[in-house]
């Protein structure tokens, strides 16, 4: 099984994230995927056919990217409507589910401060929470110092996106 398909069944936010890695490691290559699987698919260690699976499924993906004209910024439809998906749900959850409301409340701070960071580009409470994560992820890549403010962020993030994660793959398996 592909990594995006484990991660889409386990934690949709996991999934989200990871797919926004995988659109900025399709564009850090151009669009090239001899590049992509030079440099990243064969080094990872399974067997050759999982490898061409691999490297048909970022063939897939890069496509699509191109398709929906987000070849410099900008998430596939899929991600955008999933997040969609998750802040309608997050609402809902707010309403009905009380753990999860002291688990939001907490992060309230943290997502304000990051709304407002963002100049009003971003105001979904679960778009700015997933943006942190995905953020904090990049920064901790490129080497880059993590001050404990931030920290404090994505960890509040972290517990939003793992509660509203765990209680939508539930819903959505019937459960």
Same mark, same amino acid.
């Given at each position: 099984?592909?990594?995006?398909?484990? &991660?889409?069944? !386990?934690? %949709?936010?996991? *999934?989200? %994230?990871?797919? *926004?890695?995988?659109?900025?490691?399709?564009? $850090? *290559? #151009?669009?090239?995927?001899?590049?992509? +699987?030079? +440099?990243?698919?064969?080094?990872? @260690?399974?067997?050759?056919?999982? =490898?061409?699976?691999?490297? $048909?499924?970022?063939?897939?993906?890069? #496509?699509?990217?191109?398709? !929906?004209?987000? !070849? /410099?910024?900008?998430?596939?439809?899929?991600?955008?409507?999933? $997040? &969609?998906?998750?802040?309608?749900?997050?609402? /809902?959850?707010? =309403?009905?589910?009380?753990?999860?409301?002291?688990?939001?409340?907490?992060?309230?701070?943290? %997502?304000?401060?990051?709304?407002?960071?963002?100049?009003?580009?971003?105001? #979904? @409470?679960?778009?700015?929470?997933?943006?942190?994560? +995905?953020?904090?992820?990049?920064?901790?890549?490129?080497? =880059? @110092?993590?001050?404990?403010?931030? &920290?404090?962020? $994505?960890?509040?993030?972290?517990?939003?996106?793992? +509660?509203?994660? *765990?209680?939508?793959? =539930?819903?959505?398996?019937?459960?």
């Amino acid at each position: 099984m592909l990594i995006a398909e484990k &991660k889409r069944k !386990e934690s %949709i936010s996991e *999934y989200i %994230i990871f797919m *926004y890695q995988t659109e900025d490691l399709i564009r $850090a *290559y #151009n669009f090239n995927l001899e590049e992509i +699987y030079k +440099y990243v698919i064969q080094h990872f @260690p399974v067997e050759d056919n999982m =490898k061409t699976r691999i490297k $048909a499924w970022y063939r897939k993906t890069a #496509n699509q990217m191109k398709k !929906e004209s987000i !070849e /410099e910024t900008g998430h596939l439809e899929e991600l955008n409507q999933l $997040a &969609k998906e998750l802040s309608q749900f997050n609402l /809902e959850l707010l =309403k009905s589910d009380q753990s999860y409301r002291k688990i939001f409340d907490q992060a309230k701070l943290h %997502i304000n401060r990051n709304s407002k960071l963002s100049n009003g580009r971003v105001s #979904n @409470p679960i778009q700015v929470c997933l943006n942190g994560i +995905y953020g904090l992820l990049i920064l901790r890549l490129n080497g =880059k @110092p993590v001050d404990d403010n931030l &920290k404090q962020g $994505a960890h509040a993030f972290g517990d939003v996106l793992s +509660y509203l994660s *765990y209680k939508y793959q =539930k819903r959505n398996n019937g459960h």
